[in-house]
Each structure stands twice: as C-alpha cells, then as structure tokens.
Nanobody, 117 residues
Framework: QVQLVESGGGLVQPGGSLRLSCAAS????????LAWYRQAPGKQRDLVAS???????DYVDPVKGRFTISRDNAKRTVDLQMNSLKPEDTGVYYC???????????WGQGTQVTVSS
C-alpha cells in the first residue's frame, strides 16, 4: 500500500501564500493522476486540484488563478502552491490519486492550513 505524507501547512494571513508538498512511498505514483483535496471544518473532503501523469492540470473554480498543482515524478512528490489565500481556504489538505478515475489510496495525515488575521 502506498503511503502519503503531506507537509507545508500552517497559519497564514489572508492574501498570503503557502506551498504544500506530498511525498509518496511507491513508484506507481509516477503514472497516476493525482489530486489535492481539502476538508474544511465540519465539511466533507473535496478535490481542489488535479494533475494527470503527463502534467495536465485542473482546478475547481474557487481556486483557479490562485493555486498551482505540480508534480515531480522522479522524486515522487506532488506540490500545491497556494497564493492569495482566503479564510475559506482553511482546512486540512490531503493528497491522493484523482478519485474521479481511480480507487483512492489510504489517506495520509494531511496538513492543516489556517487562513486568518
């Protein structure tokens, strides 16, 4: 089973930036479409950004133009650069395969992002 380890979260003021990173334990990571998910307090976990094995990206409307997903297949990492952060971006962020196409792997511990003044 693939292990996923997310990092990079923290407390940031509105308008600030954070870069999240996710490392995977297995080489099968390299060929899979990947995604970042967000679970806001009291809400379900939702996909916010995805990237195919060849690098095509997709974003939900609320984060378009502010978030950028990228991957490094050699390092088995997927990152999420988050700019112009808003309080509504607050939540625990997780990476996984793109669940619209693949069965999800076991979730990692996630990384907390809090946007507050």
């Amino acid at each position: 089973q693939v292990q996923l380890v997310e990092s990079g979260g923290g407390l940031v003021q509105p308008g600030g930036s954070l870069r999240l990173s996710c490392a995977a334990s297995a080489s099968i990571f390299r060929s899979r479409p990947l995604a970042w998910y967000r679970q806001a307090p009291g809400k379900q976990r939702d996909l916010v950004a995805s990237i195919t094995g060849s690098g095509t990206t997709d974003y939900v409307d609320p984060v378009k133009g502010r978030f950028t997903i990228s991957r490094d297949n050699a390092k088995r990492t997927v990152d999420l650069q988050m700019n112009s952060l808003k309080p509504e971006d607050t939540g625990v962020y997780y990476c996984n395969v793109d669940g619209r196409w693949l069965t999800l792997w076991d979730w990692g511990q996630g990384t907390q992002v809090t946007v507050s003044s």
